[in-house]
């Protein structure tokens, strides 16, 4: 698993954060190799990975299934999962090659509902919802070509495509509405789908060179992609209770989104010394976003979406640091970042609501700045201070129609806040029976513990109230700054010791949670359909 943050990690996307990239296993040594791994567990856990793989001459492939189920904590909840994927290379010479994957899954869970904190403290595993499901079905496909144009120049180019689908049916009221039975049959459900299809091509080189006989990596490239979503929601579904996606008259939205995506990105790693190097980054990302469709539908009228296209073009820089000694070293990384506006920002949850026609990309910076390393064979560790700032942040706030108070309100989406993101984490291993220089008798004992103490607040978050009824409706203006960002703990610790030989291992754990808020405005009461309010930590 690579964590990329800093300069470098502009190559990777204008996200906040940093790329979280998985690597996945492949054999090269062996003609042929199986593997297996099953487990069971509690809640009827089933889980089983079989795979196969190797590498015959120019050939190399690997494919694995995983499938996993099981019934969840609470009632009315159960999972199907599986993951399939096919690998496969051939080695034109020892510097091209050519490969090709592809990745089928399919996730279907039944889904028990939420609980309001009444329902929770009486029964915290109890459901209201016996007929909610959800599911995803997913393709992934792509093919790789890499060569060595010389000895100092890596090229690498990748054809990829995404078609999947998102899909629920369910009822979608308040926790504590109970799921009506209308003469002697259940309400009908709701059923809302997503279509995906997205495709791209990105190309990567990186080249060595010597600057003042100290080598140097530059790394630079660039990424076309086209993705289109079909949105169908608010379709009228069965009575029944299975995973039944059928619908009576169609979906009164129905909406079409297409993005396209140019960017081209850059980086260099600057070796001032073998200890001390500096890598600024740069990526230019070009977006055009259009919008079309039904919003809904008013009797037998369509309630249309204004087709509009919305075109970005953001440049963004970064930096990263690093200071090497013998076995540790000194780390800081800082760079810009952006979340562009989403399909569901352009989509107003309700006819009546009105989206802002210059909304902005919601923008900012993430900073880090840390100490790790090794200590002996006995110590592994790594601690940092981390901060990041969000701004234009997407909410809602009441106006007037037509400035007039008499005409009633509507709710207006814009941007309205910012938010800062601060505080320290750190992660320490010791290996207790190699410190004492018992390990060969007694195995490998770690002592282990990851913490994070989190300062999440809104800098500026403009918020509107209104009282009284039409005619004589006040709105009241406020801003939530100090505010606690919701669902942000002040805390999340994981503690554990592991012990393990050539044959055996063994680890318990502990997870620690902070106090969360589920709204920007803070309510420490519970509502009393549980969405809003305070929630405790657990451990």
């Known amino acids: 698993i690579q964590l990329i943050r800093g300069g470098a990690s502009l190559q990777f996307g204008p996200q906040f954060g940093g790329m979280l990239n998985y690597v996945l296993k492949r054999e090269k040594d062996k003609p042929f190799v199986f593997e297996t791994q099953n487990t069971i567990g509690s809640y ?4 089983s990975y079989n795979a196969v793989g190797g590498t015959l001459k120019k050939f190399s492939y690997y494919v694995y299934n995983h499938s996993r189920s099981g019934n969840g904590w609470r009632d009315n909840n159960r999972f199907t999962v599986r993951n399939t994927h096919a690998f496969l290379e051939y080695r034109f010479t020892d510097k091209t090659k050519i490969s090709a994957e592809y990745t089928n899954s399919d996730y279907e869970m039944k889904q028990p509902g939420g609980l309001t904190d009444q329902q929770f403290n009486d029964n915290s595993q109890q459901s209201g919802r016996t007929r909610n499901w959800f599911g995803t079905p997913w393709n ?19 054809l990829f495509a995404v078609v999947g689908e998102r899909n629920s049916v369910g009822v979608t009221t308040t926790p504590n509405s109970p799921d009506a039975i209308i003469t002697n049959n259940y309400s009908n ?7 995906y299809k997205n495709f791209g091509v990105e190309t990567r080189s990186i080249y060595r060179y010597n600057l003042a006989k100290i080598k140097n990596n530059l790394a630079f490239g660039f990424r076309l992609y086209k993705a289109q979503t079909n949105r169908l929601q608010l379709g009228k579904g069965t009575t029944g209770t299975t995973f039944d996606l059928s619908t009576e008259n169609g979906y009164p939205r129905d909406l079409n989104f297409t993005t ?3 960017a081209l990105f850059a980086e260099n790693q600057f070796k001032i ?5 500096v890598t600024p980054g740069v990526r230019f990302e ?10 809904a539908l008013n009797g037998n009228n369509e309630v249309l979406l204004n087709e509009k296209t919305i075109t970005r073009n953001q440049p963004l820089f970064g930096i990263g640091f690093e200071y090497k000694f013998r076995s540790t070293n000194i780390y800081a990384n800082i760079s810009q970042a952006f979340r562009p506006v989403l399909f569901s920002d352009l989509t107003p949850p309700a006819v009546t609501d009105v989206i802002d026609p210059n909304l902005k990309d919601a923008s900012g910076f993430n900073a880090d700045f840390g100490f790790r390393g090794t200590h002996k064979g006995y110590l592994n560790f790594d601690i940092s201070l981390f901060y990041l700032s969000y701004n234009n942040r997407i909410g809602g706030i009441r106006q007037f129609i037509d400035n007039d108070p008499t005409k009633g309100t509507y709710l207006y989406r814009t941007n309205l806040g910012e938010t800062r993101n601060k505080g320290i984490e750190g992660f320490a291993d010791i290996n207790i029976t190699k410190f004492i220089g018992i390990e060969k008798p007694y195995g490998n004992l770690d002592v282990f513990a990851s913490m994070s103490f989190i300062d999440a607040r809104y800098t500026d978050f403009k918020t509107t109230t209104t009282t009284g009824s039409t005619p004589n409706i006040v709105i009241t203006d406020a801003n939530l700054s100090g505010n606690r960002i919701e ?4 805390y999340i610790h994981n503690f554990g010791v592991s012990w393990s030989n050539p044959h055996f291992s063994a680890t318990v754990q502990q997870k620690i949670s902070g106090k969360i808020y589920t709204d920007a405005t803070n309510t420490e009461d519970a509502s009393a359909n549980g969405v809003t309010g305070l929630l ?4």
């Open 536 to 539: 405790d930590g657990y451990k």
């Open 44 to 47: 009827n856990l089933l889980s």
């Open 140 to 158: 992934l496909f792509s093919i790789n070509f890499d060569t060595k144009i010389t000895k100092n120049w890596d090229f690498n180019t990748k």
């Open 286 to 295: 070009y977006i055009s976003s259009i919008g079309s469709g039904r919003l």
């Open 487 to 490: 669902n942000a703990p002040r």
């Open 273 to 277: 010394s073998d200890k001390f190097s």
């Open 260 to 262: 396209k995506n140019v």
């Open 189 to 195: 459900r709701q059923v809302d789908r997503d279509y």
